[in-house]
C-alpha cells in the first residue's frame, strides 16, 4: 500500500498544500495590483478584507478536491458520497436560506464599497464605527462602546457617514 496509493497520497497532500500557499500569495498579490492603481489608506484595507475573503475561498475548494482524489487512493468510491452530499447540501440549502442571504448580501457590501472596517456608519438605526466585516455580519461599535452584531442579510438601508459628498 504505501509504494503504489501512499505515494498517490503524499502527492496529492503535498499538491494540495502547495497549490494552497501558491494560491494564497497570487490572490494577495492580484488584489493589491489592483489596489496600488487606486488611491490610499483605504484602499488598503478594502484589499486586505477582499484577499482574505477570496484566499479563504480558495483554499476550500482546493482542500476538497485533495479530499475527492484522495478517496479513491485509499478505497473508498466518492460517487454514493457525492450524492449524499449533494442531497444534504440540498436539504441544508432550503433550510439556510437566511445564511444564504447574508454571505451574498455580504459579498455585495465588499464589491460595492459600501463602507469599510473604520468607518463611521448608521445601518439599520445602528450607530457607530465598523470594527469587523465579513461575508456573514457586519460588527460595529456604537458611542457607548455596546458592540453590535448585524447580520448581512438584515442590512436594508446603510448609511456611511464618514463619506461626504461636497
Known amino acids: 500500500w504505501v509504494i503504489g496509493p501512499g505515494i498517490k497520497v503524499i502527492v ?3 499538491l494540495a498544500l502547495v497549490i494552497s500557499k501558491v494560491a494564497k500569495v ?3 498579490r ?3 495590483t489592483v489596489v496600488e492603481k487606486s488611491n490610499g489608506q483605504i484602499q488598503k484595507e478594502r ?3 477582499l484577499s482574505k475573503v477570496f484566499s479563504s475561498t480558495l483554499k476550500i475548494m482546493i482542500w476538497v478536491i485533495a479530499i475527492l482524489m484522495l ?6 468510491n466518492p460517487t454514493p458520497l457525492l450524492a449524499g452530499a449533494g442531497l444534504i447540501g440540498l436539504a441544508i440549502g432550503m433550510g439556510s436560506r ?6 451574498l448580501a455580504g459579498l455585495f457590501i465588499l464589491l460595492e464599497d459600501q463602507y469599510r472596517v473604520g468607518e463611521e456608519v448608521d445601518i439599520s438605526g445602528k450607530k457607530g464605527h ?5 461575508l456573514r455580519r457586519t460588527i460595529i461599535k456604537d458611542e457607548e462602546g455596546i458592540i453590535h452584531y448585524i447580520p448581512n442579510g438584515q442590512v436594508k438601508t446603510a448609511s456611511n457617514l464618514s ?3 461636497s
Not at 465598523?130 to 465579513?134: A, G, K, M
Open 30 to 32: 492580484a488584489v493589491r
Open 130 to 134: 465598523v470594527i469587523d466585516l465579513n
Open 26 to 28: 497570487f490572490v494577495s
Open 12 to 14: 496529492i497532500l503535498f
Open 98 to 103: 437566511s445564511l444564504v442571504q447574508d454571505y
Open 163 to 165: 463619506r461626504k459628498i
Open 71 to 76: 478517496l479513491p487512493e485509499i478505497g473508498i
Open 47 to 49: 484589499a486586505k478584507t
